[in-house]
């Protein structure tokens, strides 16, 4: 039977692409169930769990950046998480359009607790735990690296965007 795509790829199963899409939108339904109980979204959650991590003052920028999320949805988000008593939004000493963003005690608390789930949820899903190293962890972050939107691809010329 020939392959009705055209593909390069004897089976579904072969595609890197197409397993990855699948076992994410598996473990992000897992990651939803995990927050729930927190009240929490996957999107919150990656936000106020990276600026709860950070040592430093962020801007809405820097977070952004950080999590590789979109700008306008993490103005959105962090919105939401101020309404939520669990972040803060200051002016910026230095930049009148920027936000300095710091986590408010009850949103450190929450992120603590929230994290623990999802990590639980992370060693069931991956059977890993923190006794052995992720080889896949390490993998990813390669990957995303060599595919970050600054970084030059081999064959086009490097520009750096503005932000």
């Not at 977070?63 to 939004?89: C, F, N, Y």
């Amino acid at each position: 039977m020939s392959n009705p795509l055209g593909s390069q790829f004897g089976s579904d199963q072969d595609s890197p692409g197409f397993m990855l899409w699948r076992v994410t939108n598996r473990w992000q339904a897992i990651i939803r169930a995990a927050l729930q109980p927190f009240d929490l979204t996957h999107v919150q959650f990656v936000l106020l769990a990276a600026l709860t991590w950070s040592q430093e003052p962020l801007t809405q920028t820097d977070l952004a950046h950080r999590t590789r999320a979109d700008p306008m949805m993490t103005s959105q988000v962090l919105r939401a998480l101020e309404r939520k008593g669990l972040i803060e939004r200051h002016p910026h000493p230095s930049d009148g359009r920027a936000r300095l963003l710091s986590v408010t005690p009850a949103g450190a608390a929450l992120a603590q607790r929230a994290n623990t789930a999802v990590e639980a949820a992370d060693a069931a899903f991956f059977g890993s735990d923190s006794a052995r190293p992720w080889p896949l962890a390490r993998h990813l972050a390669d990957l995303d690296e060599r595919n970050r939107s600054d970084t030059p691809r081999p064959g086009t010329a490097h520009r750096k965007r503005d932000h």
